[in-house]
């Protein structure tokens, strides 16, 4: 109930659907509860008028009377009682007839009597006699509710059905809004652009016009940022080049065992820095729309080749890559970024899996995505820090490797972009350790064929 409140509380068409059915059964009940009743009172009127009708008769006909015994057999529904109050013997079947009082004035009354109550009209005839004309009053209740109910059933049919079309009508105009709303939903962090205006109701277009001018100018703000970058990784690049050369040149001097120290710490600083300088100019090429063609690539084909880079730095700590099964795939994404996602994937896997670990790599196709999927026997990410580490210079608590903090926000910037996902989960859930980091990405066409392996990969089954 507390959801339902919630909802109703931010949702237009909720309110609008909640509020119009109200109004409509309210004015429903209304309607109808006025309508029964004035239907009801005129079928007493016309059960009235039957009675003056038959008393009009009797008085300018003068037809002859017929007694109780004689509507025995009729309808119920139709049955009247007419008889005389005067004292004439002349008149049968007196046991049959109503014990109506002799007194009862001329007019039209409801009386009780012992059997039932009986709406009863007295006349006077021209002859001086007087007669009586009654109806069961049950009967004529009776007969006055059902006439009532056939006037009221058709609104209290019609109003559901008046609140479904309501309610279909309210999301068919709002329609649009859903669609707008879904659209902004399935953008990534970086895309910016406009927001479709046609199409859209009069009331809604001048804040999609606000929206649109706003992400103008949050998009100048992301370019200038990462132009920013970009041209502070560039031009950080010749000065940290010229140190790296003027360390080289330094360890061909006569130096001391002390200083020969400091220059190896210096140049591992020194190449630290152009390493955190090259994510640097990555991830501002990561983070800009690609406005080109739709490109794609094969899986198996740009591993290799980001194997061949990434197998000396596994070599180091004997670490051992191997491929799960046989299967490629063909997705929608360029080489070059499929490449840096590869990269930094294994390179983050290779950082932090101890001497003499694993790696595994495997591609799995299901549907119209593909899977590629890298899992290490490291220490993993504990699932608080998941989302954490894919934002910039975010390094996992505790850990000693060095590192820049830009390979996973690299990673995602460029899937965000080519509409791929990213998923990190532990490779061993019960000993909650390893990282299986899964990247999903649309297929292109027909995309599973064998792919020859590099003989630097070894495939595992």
């Known amino acids: 109930m507390d959801g339902f409140n919630e909802h109703l509380k931010h949702s237009i068409r909720l309110r609008l659907s909640v509020w119009l059915s109200a109004v409509i059964l309210i004015m429903a009940f209304a309607a109808g509860a006025l309508s029964f009743f004035a239907a009801y009172d005129e079928a007493h009127e016309t059960q009235d008028d039957v009675l003056r009708q038959v008393a009009s008769l009797l008085t300018n006909q003068r037809a002859a009377l017929l ?33 109506l009082p002799r007194t ?21 005839l021209p002859t001086g006699e007087r007669i ?13 509710a059902g006439s009532a109910m056939r006037t009221v059933v058709p609104l209290l049919v ?41 199409g859209l109701p009069t009331e809604i277009r001048p804040f999609v016009v606000a929206i649109n001018r706003m992400l103008g100018r949050v998009s100048e703000v992301l370019e200038a940022q990462r132009r920013f970058i970009a041209d502070a990784a560039h031009e950080l690049r010749s000065p940290m080049t010229a140190m790296s050369l003027q360390a080289e040149r330094l360890e061909g001097a006569d130096l001391s ?58 070599d180091e700590k004997e670490i051992d ?16 970024d499929l490449g840096i996602v ?7 896997a290779i950082r932090y899996t101890p001497a003499k670990g694993r790696i595994d790599i495997g591609v799995h196709s299901e549907g119209a995505v593909a899977d590629v999927v ?24 505790g850990s000693d490797q060095i590192g820049s903090g830009l390979g996973l926000a690299i990673v995602k910037a460029v899937l965000d972009r080519n509409g791929a996902k990213l998923r990190l989960d532990y490779a061993n859930e019960r000993t909650q350790d390893g990282l299986r980091a899964s990247v999903s990405i649309p297929l292109v066409g027909d995309s599973a064929f064998a792919n020859k392996s590099s003989h630097h990969v070894a495939p595992r089954t």
């Open 158 to 198: 019609l109003a559901p059905i008046l609140m479904l079309l309501v309610g279909y009508i309210i999301r068919k105009l709002l329609q649009p809004v859903v669609r707008l709303s879904s659209e902004i939903e399935g953008r990534g962090d970086g895309d910016v652009h406009a927001l479709p205006e046609q």
């Open 67 to 99: 007694d109780s015994e004689g509507n025995e057999d009729a309808d119920p529904e139709s049955r009247l009682f007419v008889q005389y109050l005067s004292g004439s013997s002349t008149h049968r079947n007196r046991a049959a007839s109503l014990p």
């Open 342 to 348: 590869l990269k930094n994937l294994i390179e983050n």
């Open 374 to 397: 890298v899992e290490d026997t490291g220490p993993g990410i504990a699932p608080g820090e998941r989302e954490a580490v894919l934002r910039a210079f975010y390094r996992t608590l």
């Open 321 to 336: 890559i191997g491929m799960e099964g046989q299967e490629d795939a063909v997705v929608a994404i360029s080489e070059s």
């Open 257 to 314: 065992v002390e200083a020969r120290k400091r220059l190896s710490v210096l140049r591992r600083g020194i190449e630290r820095g152009r390493a955190l300088l090259e994510k640097l100019l990555t991830y501002a090429r990561a983070q800009s729309v690609d406005g080109a063609t739709p490109a794609s690539s094969g899986v198996r084909i740009v591993l290799r080749r980001v194997l061949e880079d990434m197998m000396p730095l596994a």
């Open 132 to 144: 009586a004309i009654a109806q069961e009053t049950a009967v004529r209740d009776e007969m006055a």
């Open 104 to 124: 009862l004035p001329d007019g039209l009354r409801s009386v009780a009597l012992p059997s039932a109550s009986y709406r009863v009209l007295v006349v006077t």
